[in-house]
């Protein structure tokens, strides 16, 4: 059985910190609970620097890079405490939502767990964007974690 925590280890903000800690101690403890792999992916996006007359995006081979190596320093960093073999750790091009769900059948995952950050008014009721077109697109068992100390409003009326 495979348990994938995805993360945003290039978060730079306190809440989303505490977020990526709160998905890995989770998955850490439901693997060691249910003896299940942990997996741990994060999908990056790279903006074009243009389209090409076919319609096909056009990326600057050295941004690419760059983004992609500041994405494994973070991802290794924030892994680290949890000593996870390397082949369970992925850095994965692309949006989310594909990355992930493409992810989940390749590997034949049982439960993504994700991270949401808690709003208030309106985007309270809502899970979050990414989060949402995740859901979307999954054919396994999700786990969303709200970040450390966050309160469930009691009247959302």
């Known amino acids: 059985?495979?348990?994938?925590?995805?993360?945003?280890?290039?978060?730079?903000?306190?809440?989303?910190?505490?977020?990526?800690?709160?998905?890995?101690?989770?998955?850490?403890?439901?693997?060691?609970?249910l003896g299940a792999q942990l997996h741990v992916i994060n999908a990056f996006s790279v903006i074009p620097v243009g389209t090409a007359f076919d319609g096909t995006d056009i990326y600057h081979e050295d941004y690419v890079e760059s983004v992609r190596e500041l994405h494994q320093q973070k991802l290794h960093d924030l892994v680290r405490p949890f000593d996870l073999p390397g082949e369970r750790v992925h850095l994965r091009q692309g949006a989310p939502a594909d990355v992930i769900q493409d992810f989940v059948t390749?590997?034949?995952?049982?439960?993504?767990?994700?991270?949401?950050?808690?709003?208030?008014?309106?985007?309270?009721?809502?899970?979050?964007?990414t989060a949402e077109s995740v859901l979307d697109e999954l054919s396994c068992d999700v786990l969303t974690v709200k970040q450390p100390g966050y309160v469930t409003p009691v009247d959302l009326a």
């Open 1 to 33: 059985c495979k348990i994938l925590a995805a993360v945003e280890p290039v978060a730079i903000d306190e809440d989303h910190q505490e977020l990526n800690q709160a998905i890995l101690t989770t998955g850490r403890q439901l693997a060691e609970s």
């Open 106 to 129: 390749e590997a034949d995952v049982r439960l993504v767990i994700l991270g949401t950050l808690a709003r208030s008014g309106v985007a309270g009721i809502f899970i979050g964007n």
